[in-house]
């Protein structure tokens, strides 16, 4: 069955040190990749997406994900966050099929 | 306009009740997405149009959920009989082409209550 898995509910980190958000996909052919962020009472905006090619892919706000098709993973990262970065972040394949989401807290 | 525009943003509604939820997508947009959002959860696949038609509907939970979009813009999400696992927010989304990979362009969401 295709499915994406977002396994950290919750992730926080000191504002300026480094994130990563894990992404595990299951999916049978090549996949259209997103990730969006979701700020509390709006609507999901995307940050970055990989089709094809460079396996690394940036985004808005810094971020930068990867894409290793040999482990099913889409990690996004940031090298250092800033507070505003705090949000809700789910990856997607395509737009049928979304994960559950990583709430990210921002410790000052 | 310029982006995805969803009326009513809040609304509640007695058990039993119909609601239609609007969704204006961007101008020219082929795609258009329903999604329901349960609180803490992801956005879960509704229903999806390429312009006014309704390509699937997979995901429309019953058949007390009806969606159209008669002219290939705006969009309506219809809830007959509501019940209270109705109570989500719904979010529409629109994308420039058809199918189902493009970059999606969500609205702020109808946040639905049910008592």
């Known amino acids: 069955a295709q499915s994406v898995t977002q396994p950290d509910i919750h992730i926080t980190v000191s504002e300026g040190a480094s994130l990563e958000l894990r992404c595990n996909y299951s999916?049978?052919?090549?996949?259209?990749l997103f990730w969006y962020v979701q700020s509390p009472g709006q609507g999901l905006q995307l940050l970055l997406k990989?089709?094809?090619?460079?396996?690394l892919v940036q985004g808005i706000k810094g971020f930068e994900a990867e894409f290793k098709r040999s482990q099913s993973s889409f990690n996004l990262r940031k090298p250092s966050v800033h507070w505003s970065d705090a949000a809700e972040y789910f990856c997607?394949?395509?737009?049928?099929?979304f994960g559950k989401g990583t709430r990210l807290h921002i410790l000052p | 306009g310029a982006g995805v525009s969803q009326s009513p943003r809040y609304k509640v509604a007695k058990r039993g009740q119909d609601v239609a939820l609007r969704c204006d997508p961007i101008?020219?947009?082929?795609?258009l997405f329903w999604y329901q959002q349960a609180l803490g959860q992801g956005p879960e696949f509704l229903t999806y149009?390429?312009?006014?038609?309704?390509?699937?509907k997979s995901g429309l939970p019953s058949d007390r959920f009806f969606a159209e979009r008669p002219e290939g813009s705006v969009s309506t999400l219809k809830i007959q009989r509501t019940q209270q696992e109705d109570s989500a927010v719904y979010l529409c989304?629109?994308?420039?082409?058809?199918?189902?990979?493009?970059?999606?362009?969500f609205g702020e969401g109808s946040r639905l209550t049910v008592l």
């Open positions: 989304a629109s994308s420039l082409g058809g199918g189902s990979t493009g970059e999606l362009f």
């Open positions: 997607a394949v395509g737009a049928i099929i």
């Open positions: 990989y089709f094809s090619g460079d396996t």
């Open positions: 999916y049978g052919a090549t996949p259209y």
């Open positions: 149009f390429q312009n006014e038609a309704q390509l699937d």
């Open positions: 101008s020219g947009h082929v795609s």
